[in-house]
C-alpha cells in the first residue's frame, strides 16, 4: 500500500519561500511528482522528477521553484522561491512513472492528503 505524507505549507506574504515536503512509503517509484489545485480551478501538474534526474515544470513555476528527491529517504522536495499570490493553492504529492511514449511523466492514482500554500499579496 501506497503512503503519501506531505508536509511544509503555510502562509507567506508574495516573494517568500517554502519547502514542501512529502515522505513515501510501501514503493518506490520510478517518478514522483508535486500537483497544485487553487479554489475553483483544476489539479495541474506543477513539477515530476524521474530517476536519473530528469525534472520538468509548468511554465509559471519556472525558474522560481525547484523539485528534488532524496531516494534514501524516499522523500520527495519542493522548493518554492519568490511566491505569487497566484501559488496560492493546495498542493499534493504524487508518485508515476515515466511516460515510455512521450518520456514525461505518467501519473498513478496515489495521493497525498495535500498540503495548503497560501501566499499573500
Known amino acids: 500500500q501506497v503512503q503519501l505524507v506531505e508536509s511544509g505549507g503555510g502562509s507567506v506574504q508574495a516573494g517568500g519561500s517554502l519547502r514542501l515536503s512529502c515522505a513515501a512509503y510501501?514503493?518506490?517509484?520510478?517518478?514522483m511528482g508535486w500537483y497544485r489545485q487553487a479554489p475553483g480551478k483544476q489539479r495541474e501538474l506543477v513539477a515530476y522528477?524521474?530517476?536519473?534526474?530528469?525534472?520538468d515544470y509548468v511554465d509559471s513555476v519556472k525558474g522560481r521553484f525547484t523539485i528534488s528527491r532524496d531516494n534514501v529517504k524516499n522523500t520527495l522536495y519542493l522548493q518554492m522561491n519568490s511566491l505569487k499570490f497566484e501559488d496560492t493553492a493546495v498542493y499534493y504529492c504524487?508518485?508515476?512513472?515515466?511516460?515510455?511514449?512521450?518520456?514525461?511523466?505518467?501519473?498513478?492514482?496515489?495521493w497525498g492528503k495535500g498540503t495548503l500554500v497560501t501566499v499573500s499579496s
Open positions: 510501501g514503493s518506490i517509484w520510478n517518478a
Open positions: 522528477i524521474i530517476s536519473g534526474g530528469k525534472t
Open positions: 504524487n508518485v508515476g512513472e515515466e511516460d515510455p511514449f512521450s518520456g514525461g511523466y505518467y501519473s498513478m492514482d496515489y
